[in-house]
């Protein structure tokens, strides 16, 4: 697939050095270095350190200068993502929902039916612009269309491609459309993958900007049978799958009516579990059941303003991090902005578990180390992170710390200063997608949102007409 390998510019193998600024480098050990600089070179991270020993070490480097209240981040991650969600934008269900699977069957199923393929390129097309202006410059999205599923993921690969960010990209696999669908489903997800799997084969694959996941609804919507096919799918194919877990308690409800075990069980059960599986919010799962994800080195993905917004309660995140698990912050096409996200996942735990000191360092490490691990994992080398050797994903605000910005002091910035600042610089891979507020993309984003308004006009009457209350 040509999108996933796109050729460097001639100015990107020239090298940059950009700074001085203050550097806040996540990962494990994350920290706040002043005056740094970082090279970049070949769309990767060549150095990070002090800024005046970098000019002396890359003399031939172009320079962007970003002295003055610039704050340097790595790009921002977000884990759990729905880009279709865009043409929800204005819609709301089309009846009262009383529940969870109302939401589902009265919103996003009906939605999700709705879309065309122009619907799916434009409406990832405004999300992705909507992450560079945020700073998120690697999503990890679940996509559903069911009336067009074919030929979906390419759609969303070219907004990704046009756009210039990185994804891991999957189609939701669900039963409730029919077999048919199903079957469609299956093989969007087979057929993506392999291209994915093709491109990597390139020489170039540390820079490989698109991987793919395999799909997969809620065990709810999904039979013994459907389950067992993905499996044998996914033999020849290497990948995990994307799921939602027990995110409402109906879920953990029909497993165990239909099944007699737990959702994380049934998926063990048809050997679904391995390290680069994504479970989307596991709220509804036993203490049992985080263990056995956290064995197989499953991967979390916690969307605590989604469960907010739904009301279906709030993930034992705690819990979750006792175990061992790795757990990162998606928003579940809520927002693209992953500093709001941390910003406001603390308020999900205090007043769920009646704690005021609950979860603020726990949030703040689910952006800053659990989404790099994740990230990496799912690429295959260094993302999220700002150090040597690392995808040269880079954001800059401009913020003038109040008070001392330490190693010790950084989450206090992270979620009350920077989380309310704009992002003003945004780069991937070595290639500014934004600088200084203006976007620097191929695209131009009020001729997108333009032909996106033109194709929702058409979407919305479809979306309130459709004869089936779905
Ligand atoms: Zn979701």
Redesign the pocket.
């Known amino acids: 697939m040509a999108t996933a390998v796109p050729a460097l510019s001639p100015e990107l193998q020239s090298g940059l050095l950009i700074g001085p600024a203050t550097v806040c480098t996540f990962g494990d050990r994350p920290r706040v270095l002043a005056s740094a600089g970082i090279a970049v070179s070949e769309g990767v991270i060549a150095a990070v350190g002090p800024h005046a020993a970098l000019r002396r070490r890359f003399p031939s480097f172009r320079r962007y200068d970003t002295s003055g209240p610039s704050v340097i981040l790595p790009g921002l991650i977000c884990a759990?993502h729905?880009f279709y969600s865009t043409f929800a934008r204005g819609l709301g269900p089309i009846k009262r929902p009383k529940n969870f699977v109302d939401v589902l069957r009265y919103m996003w199923w009906r939605l999700d039916r709705n879309l065309t393929l122009d619907d799916v390129y434009y409406s990832a097309a405004i999300a992705l612009i909507e992450c560079v202006k945020s700073g998120t410059t690697t999503v990890i999205d679940?996509h559903a269309s069911a009336r067009a599923v074919r030929g979906s993921l390419r759609a969303v690969a070219r907004a990704v491609s046009d756009v210039g960010l990185r994804a891991n990209l999957c189609y939701e696999v669900s039963d409730r459309d029919g077999p048919k669908i199903a079957a469609e489903g299956i093989e969007e997800n087979a057929g993506f993958l392999s291209d994915v799997s093709q491109a990597t084969s390139d020489e170039r694959r540390v820079r490989r900007m698109i991987t793919g996941s395999f799909g997969l609804h809620a065990s709810f919507t999904l039979s013994d049978e459907t389950l067992r096919r993905v499996r044998r799918r996914l033999e020849s194919l290497d990948a995990g799958v994307h799921i939602?877990v027990a995110e409402d308690l109906a879920d953990r409800k029909d497993a165990l009516k239909k099944y007699r075990m737990g959702v994380v069980e049934r998926l063990e059960k048809t050997d679904l579990l391995c390290d680069k599986t994504i479970l989307?919010h596991a709220i509804h799962i036993t203490p049992a059941e985080r263990k056995i994800a956290a064995k197989k080195k499953c991967m979390i993905a916690h969307?605590p303003t989604?469960n907010l917004n739904n009301a279906v309660g709030v993930a034992d995140l705690a819990g979750m991090l006792r175990d061992g698990l790795l757990v990162g912050l998606g928003t579940?096409?809520m927002r693209s902005n992953m500093l709001d996200e941390a910003k406001f996942a603390p308020l999900a735990h205090r007043m769920n578990l009646r704690d005021p000191a609950a979860a603020f360092v726990e949030s703040a490490d689910l952006l800053v180390k659990g989404n790099p691990k994740i990230a990496s994992r799912l690429f295959g080398y260094p993302v999220g992170v700002i150090e040597k050797g690392a995808a040269a994903d880079l954001i800059r605000l401009e913020y003038c710390p109040p008070t001392p910005f330490t190693d010790e002091t950084f989450y206090g910035h992270l979620l009350f200063g920077l989380a309310n600042v704009r992002v003003r610089d945004t780069m991937a891979a070595g290639r500014f997608l934004m600088k200084n507020g203006r976007l620097t993309i191929g695209l131009r984003e009020e001729a997108v949102a333009e032909a996106s308004r033109r194709l929702a006009r058409k979407f919305r009457k479809r979306f309130l007409s459709a004869a089936r209350p779905a």
């Open positions: 759990h729905h679940h939602h989307a969307n989604s579940d096409g």
